[in-house]
């Protein structure tokens, strides 16, 4: 069995929010034109340092948005980016980091959640939008992955459930 949280769960999590994210966008922030977001999980049970990943980005299970980021004066997708590195990093949301956290090249801005170790922020919103969002997400990914486990149970329901464990490597 491969990983139960995937680029493919998270996408259809993302998938399964997105609309009601950009319904809410259009109608409570109408000044916001788009919102960056980034889903990973925490450093333990992300295995991008055995992946192969070269950098960061490409060890995310989702890098997107809503909308033009493009009308923004701020590099919203890197600051997302950034926010969900440091929250992987220490397992914290931004909005949670104390000062001993930071380091050189941090963003100093907020908005991130870290759920049971999914860790999605985003970028664009005001800050307490970002990490609404983010919570929003994050939920969805646990819901969709709580949703593969039972699947895969039910498929396997006469599989030796600590020997599915060890393949997994959990």
Known sequence: MSSILNKTL???AFDKVRPALELTMRQTMPGRTGVAVVVTAVDTINPWRNDGASTFRDACYLVTSIGDLSRSAYPNLDIALKKAEMSA???LPTSQLAAHH????DTVYWGSAVLDGIVVACAGLESCDDELFSHWIAAAVKAEASR???????????ANFLEMIRSTGA
């Open 10 to 12: 998270v996408e259809n």
């Open 89 to 91: 990093r220490t397992g």
């Open 102 to 105: 930071f380091r050189s090249g």
């Open 148 to 158: 593969a486990l039972a699947r895969y149970l039910e498929d396997n329901k006469d």
